[in-house]
Structures are given as structure tokens and as C-alpha cells.
């Protein structure tokens, strides 16, 4: 291993090898989707909102996208609408149905299992006056669903926000218990499907989802792209004021490349999900089998109620960023909730969360596949993360302090 | 993670640590930081008149705190002991051509580090030096409140 990194570093040398996983950041796109993007580049590049034929095209082509990503999730078609993004899905939701909640009953629940977007825009929310909530998370990850429903108990709450399953650790959220419960008390239930879409399948009608966010790039679709589910009769206020696109709910030209874009990755994901979800989910389990071989090594997370493509591990006595940056020279991306490698220096709250220690949140690192990932991947991951392990164990004051 | 760019030198002695353990016999050995505020470091050091002989240290932490322990001791190996008083944070900093802002703070754990096993070493003969004493030991990832 060292001379590799030296060489990459003394010489420049590209590595032998490239092993993305750090999925829950950026997904590749389906080669098919960036190729359908193009006419919407070229020649389709009329408004959608236009009277006259080059608004037709542009129409069509959004209406199809719609209804590709509805039957995704098992919605109307009527039901989506297009954003810029997740974040922007995101803060619709949970903005929009906070205008519209009768007063007395402005206030959202959610928890440390949720993006940063939702935790973010809930405590934005906060200081102007809305009352929050956050449930606890059990050391699995999971939402405490008896903490939960007496946080439901105490009123005041419009909307119980809670992503499928958690963004960090993959850990799936008791989504049928919850929408059972706030649906008794007339909470509603926003469903961040951001990272679960794209390989675990979902109905939103069945599972009496109010309101739901999708990323388009989770789907290997155009970043830049989104969409809410917005169940019929739900109300929500606009956040942007404009020419009142997508039923007034969100102004602004139609992305129509991505729009398009995000309609084909739904089709593709609908009809392949069977085939590369198990697959994906084998490498997976070969990659954390591997890593919990080496020795004082821990899973983060359920075992066997997580999303198919997430591995979550912590290494004790050495830190995350210290073996993201050995990774990396090594051509492994991953990503860590170490504090040291975050902005702020404070440490993941997910992680924290679920009670681990701040040294354990230190030596945690996520690991995300998508269906590219290989098995042959994984076996170059498990030849190399042993090495760095050890190395950085060697060079810990707190290592020895145990061996010794 | 937001890749964080640290300079040649710095990945170089992240990479290729230089004297990396503990000092047999050691005159002095100063612990710093706290595993709970994340970073933790360890610097040993044997003197022979005058002079600090031989130094080796072991860090729990990011790269920069792993560089710079390992840069910090290849410029006291050798030195006075009143040179190595001397030495600040500042110094290491520029020998490694700069750390970013935010990883600053894991160079000054390094220098108190080495102020500590000095203030050992003077202890062992008789010799109380306070001044030696990291102030501001927990001010360390301030931003946590369990290190406070
Ligand atoms: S050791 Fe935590 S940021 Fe350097």
C-alpha cells in the first residue's frame, strides 16, 4: 500500500483502480436517460406554457415523465409535481403545509434519522414561531415509536416528517406504524424517499402517505431535478410566487431536459429494481461480511432492516477522515461522520443519535453502491481497508492502550 | 465530506509518518486531548545533555493531526531543550507549508503535547514548570460541549 501512495503522490500516477462508494452523494446517471435528455436540448426547447407548436413537445414530454414517476411510487399522475430538487421538495412540504395548518396546530415532527434539509428547514421553521418536535431514535437507527405517538399526543402538530429509511445508516423507519398513528390523530405524514426510491418499492396510495419527496439523481437520474407526491386534498402553500406553473404550486420554466430525464430513470428503475436490487444487495453484504472481519469492527445500523445498498461501519481507536484520505489515495470513495471531516467539527448527528460515542462516531464510515458496484469492486476494497486500518491502529495512543 | 486540500508535505507526512511509537525509557511522555473530544495525541522523548535524543509520538485524529505530530517531532529531534520550548504551533504550520483554517487548531494539540512531556521531564528532577502546562487544553474542538 505505501508505495502506491507515495508514487500517486511523488509522481501523480493514477490508481489502478477507481471504487466509488459514496452513492448517498452523487449516483451515475443510466446511459439511455442522458441520451433521451438530449432533443429537449436541441430541438424541443419551446415553454411549455406557449399557446403556439413549440410548446407541445416540451407539454407531452412532462406529462409522460409525470406519469412514469407516479407509477413509481403508486401515485395519480395529478398528484406530482416537479421541483428543483429534493431540497426544494422538501421545503414545500414542509413550508407550504405550515402556512396552510390552522393556527394552533402549526408544528412538524421529525428526528435525527432525516436529511439535513429536513432538520434545517424544520429548525428555520422553529425560530419563526412553529412549534417542532424531534422523536428519539432507538441505537439501531430507528424511530421509538411509543415516543413518537406521546410527542403526536401532546397536539399542536400539523405534519410528521420521516425519511423511509435513514439516510446514514440505512436503518428502514416503521413508515405503516407511524402513518397508522398520525393518520388517528390527523397528523400528516411527509415521506422523504430521497435514497430509498430507487430500491425499495413504495406505495404512497396504500401506504396513506400524504406527502412525498423524490430525487431524481437517487433514481440515476439528472441531478438538479425532483418531484413531491401531494396527495389529492392536501393543501399546500407556494413558496415561490411567479407564473404559476405545476398548478400554481411551484412557479418557474419547466426544467424540461431533466424533467425528462427523471420520468426515464423512474421507467428504467420500475422495470430493472428486480433484477439489480438483489444483486446490488449480495456485493453489499460481501462488503460489510468483510469488513467486520477485521477485528474490533462494528455494523452502525440493522443488520438485515437496511436499505440494500448502505454498509455503515466504525473502526475503533482511529478517526474517519484519517481513513477517507487513505482511502482516497487508494481510489475508494466513502464518505464519514467523523467530526473531523465535517465543516463544523461536530460529529454525525444521526450517529449520535442513536447513542453512540463521540469516538465511535470518529471511526465511522458510510459506504454506498449503486448497481454499478461489482463484486470484484468489493474484493479490492477488502484487499486494501485491512492495511489502512492497521496502519492508522498503529499510530493511535488508544490502540496500544488496550493491546497492551 | 467536502475533500479538504492539505499541501504535499502535509499528505506526505500523513502517508509516510515519521517516528511513529514510543520511546523506550522515556524522560518524558505528554498525553493531550481526550478520545470523547475526538483527538488524542502522545509524544515521548528521551534526553542525553541537553539535547532531546530521540522522540516518537502516536495520534488519534485527522490527517493534519497526524502530519503534524509527525512534523513536530522531526524538527525537535536533535534540538536543545530550550529550543524545543521555543518551538510554536506557527513554526510547524510553516514547515508543513500551511494546514486550512479549520485544522489549525489540531497544531496547537501537537505543541502542547510536546510542552507537556517537557514539563515531565523537569518533573523528574525536581524541577516544577507550570509555565509548561497547556492553558487552554480543553479549549480543543471547543465547539463540543462534553470537552468542556
Ligand atoms: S484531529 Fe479533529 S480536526 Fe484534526
Known sequence: MGVLIIDTIEKGVVHLRSVYLDSNSGMPMWPEVISSMLPYMSEHYGNTSSIHAMGNEPKKAMEMARSH?????????????FTSGATEAVNLALRGSTETASEGKKGIIYSQAD???????????????????????????????????????????????????????GTFQPVEDLVKEAAEREVLVHLDLTRSAFQVPIDVKKQGIDLATISSNDLLGPKGVGALYIKKGVRLKPILT????????????????????????????????????????????????????IENTHLNGNMKMRLPNNANVRFDFIEGESILLMLDLNGIQAASGSACSSKTLEPSPTLMAMGLKHEEAHGSIQMTLNPNTTIDDIQYVLEVVPGIVENLREMSPLYNRIGD | MSRIEYSKKVMEHFTNPRNVGTVDDADGIGTVGNPVCGDMMEISLKVEDGRIEDIKFRTFGCASAIATTSMLTEII??????????ISWDDVVKSLDGLPPVKVHCSHLAIDGLRKALYEYYRKRQIYRPDLIPKDEESHHESSPECE
Open chain 1, 69 to 81: 414517476v407516479a407509477e413509481l411510487i403508486g401515485a395519480d399522475p395529478t398528484e406530482v409535481i
Open chain 2, 77 to 86: 529531534k536533535g534540538k536543545t531543550i530550550e529550543e524545543a520550548e521555543n
Open chain 1, 115 to 169: 436529511h439535513r434539509t429536513v432538520t434545517a428547514t424544520a429548525e428555520d421553521l422553529s425560530r419563526k414561531g412553529v412549534r417542532t418536535a424531534m422523536m428519539p431514535l432507538d441505537h439501531l437507527g430507528a424511530i421509538k415509536l411509543k415516543e413518537a405517538v406521546s410527542i403526536m399526543d401532546q397536539g399542536g402538530f400539523h405534519l410528521l416528517s420521516m425519511p423511509f429509511a435513514s439516510q446514514e445508516v
Open chain 1, 242 to 293: 411567479g407564473g404559476g406553473h405545476e398548478r400554481a404550486l411551484r412557479s418557474g420554466s419547466e426544467n424540461i431536459p431533466g424533467i425528462y430525464g427523471m420520468g426515464k430513470a423512474a421507467s428504467i428503475v420500475k422495470k430493472r429494481m428486480g433484477d439489480y436490487v438483489p444483486q446490488m444487495e449480495r456485493v453489499r453484504d460481501a462488503l460489510i461480511d468483510g469488513l467486520l472481519r
